[in-house]
């Protein structure tokens, strides 16, 4: 059963943040470092500025010639069972960096001298230019560095839906960037039948198809030296005549492979060192064209369905007080739904401003386009952070609930929320108070009503594209050009 049937949560993975793993076996996807590196969200952020840690660190040992120390870093990099991520076919085995096996990887990398060279400047790049080192063995190394990240996200998701967790559990080793060593410590933790798990976003795993070896040498090595065969003219060069007579000059790949070029990681890191800007133009693309890897990758379901169930879940809550809680985890699974992955790591009550004041729901903002990432980037309103309040009244929300909200802003945070509410029978006038609010301080607040959350989600089940940035442009404009 997966996580979601194990606590009852009444949620699909389409309203989860996390990746939904069943603790029985593994789901075949990837902590992948190099798609973490590209993704402007602070989890992913942070992450990524500890494997770069980690990574530069046993760089320079290498370069300094302190190998015993560098391979003691590694010792640490064992099979995590934890994420239930990767190639098991039955109960997760961790196929990725055993005691044996992490001195392997650091020989591995040793005997390269991809290091020593400079060639190899990123965990990621290891699974290209390293011998025996795969995307699942990256997979592992970049959980165990980051472990202390994926408890301290599994703590918070578990907050969030109420999953209760066990005191007092070994976290196992992680990776101190500050200090630059292993660490543990004895913490909460998730524990389904005396095993800890760790919760992983779903914004941060990927199928690992692109940034690889095979990508690399099929699409850059190879198309490089085609161009240079047919500059030189060279005894690949063949010829054809076009249908208006022309002459075309070209060179196949399989020739190339055959007769010069077999796919090896040798022959990558010696094409490498010779032409560097080509490794540059793959880390660049791949850069700007890797895709979050979406809900219906992870869970195969009828999305009209869901949307009944959403919508039927939202009409029969009772307004209340007494409903509050239930109202606040719809509503979370609602907004995970539509807006992911620009809105992603939910988080509930977050405490600020010393603990004087709360927020109902924390979203972060991984926007690569779209609404939330105009607001920062054209509309120049602080957003890294996206506010939620919820009230579950049965009345319109008036100036106290605005107030409320709105003295959460701040400068470094946010200054753009959503109130979601019910209903609002008189909207000119909550539209008017926003709109001062606007005014006076440049801060945003956008209502959400069932109206238009209902709206939303038929457009969805409607297969209507992205109606729901046509909705919040609408209510911004309102807002901000009454």
């Known amino acids: 059963m997966k996580i979601s049937q194990i606590h009852k949560l009444n949620k699909t993975q389409h309203e989860l943040d996390f990746v939904d793993i069943d603790p ?94 400079g060639l190899v400047e990123d965990l990621e790049d290891t699974a290209i230019f390293i011998d025996r080192i795969a995307r699942d063995k990256v997979s592992d190394m970049t959980t165990n560095i980051i472990k202390k990240h994926l408890i301290d996200y599994t703590k918070s998701q578990c907050e969030l839906w109420d999953i209760p967790l066990t005191n007092d559990v070994p976290s196992g080793f992680f990776w101190d960037s500050i200090n630059k060593r292993w660490e543990n410590m004895h913490t909460d933790r998730l524990v389904v039948k005396n095993k800890p798990l760790l919760l992983v976003p779903k914004i941060a795993v990927s199928f690992h198809k ?64 010779n032409h560097p800007e080509v490794f540059k133009n793959f880390r660049k693309e791949k850069a700007q064209s890797v895709q979050p890897i979406g809900n219906d990758d992870l869970e195969d379901i009828d999305i009209g369905v869901l949307v009944d169930y959403l919508i039927s879940s939202l009409n029969s809550l009772v307004a209340g007080g007494e409903n509050a809680s239930t109202y606040h985890k719809l509503i979370i699974g609602i907004l995970e739904f539509i807006f992911y992955p620009s809105l992603n790591n939910p988080v509930k009550e977050k405490e600020i401003n010393d603990g004087r004041k709360r927020i109902d729901i924390t979203f972060d903002n991984s926007a690569n386009g779209g609404f939330f990432h105009t607001l920062h980037n054209v509309h120049q309103i602080t957003s890294r952070y996206i506010f939620v309040e919820c009230k579950n009244y049965s009345e319109d929300p008036k100036n106290p609930e605005i107030d409320q909200l709105a003295g959460r802003f701040s400068v470094n945070t946010s200054k753009f929320g959503f109130l979601v509410c019910r209903t609002i029978s008189d909207k000119n006038l909550f539209l008017k108070r926003c709109q001062d609010l606007w005014k006076q301080k440049n801060e945003l607040i956008i209502p959400l009503t069932d109206q238009e959350i209902i709206a939303v989600l038929k457009n969805i089940k409607a297969g209507q594209v992205r109606t729901e940035e046509q909705l919040l442009n609408d209510l911004r404009r309102k807002v901000i050009l009454s």
């Open 24 to 117: 029985s076996k593994d789901k075949a996807v990837f902590l992948d470092p190099f798609f973490i590196s590209t993704r402007p969200q602070p989890w992913c952020v942070d992450s990524s500025r500890t494997i770069k840690s980690f990574f530069q660190y046993a760089i320079d040992l290498i370069k300094s010639d302190e190998v015993d120390k560098a391979r003691a870093l590694f010792v640490h990099l064992n099979e995590p069972n934890e994420t239930c991520l990767g190639m098991s076919r039955s109960k997760p085995q961790g196929r990725g960096a055993g005691d044996d096996d992490s001195r392997r990887i650091f020989e591995s990398i040793l005997e390269s001298r991809a290091v020593q060279t």
């Open 210 to 273: 692109e940034y690889i070896d095979q990508k690399y040498y099929q699409h850059f090595a190879l198309n490089y030296l085609q161009g240079e065969h047919l500059a030189k003219n060279s005894g690949l060069v063949r010829e054809r005549t076009l249908k208006d007579g022309s002459k075309h000059r070209y060179v196949t790949k399989k020739d190339i492979k055959e007769k010069e070029a077999p796919f090896s990681k040798e022959f990558l890191r010696e094409f490498t060192k």
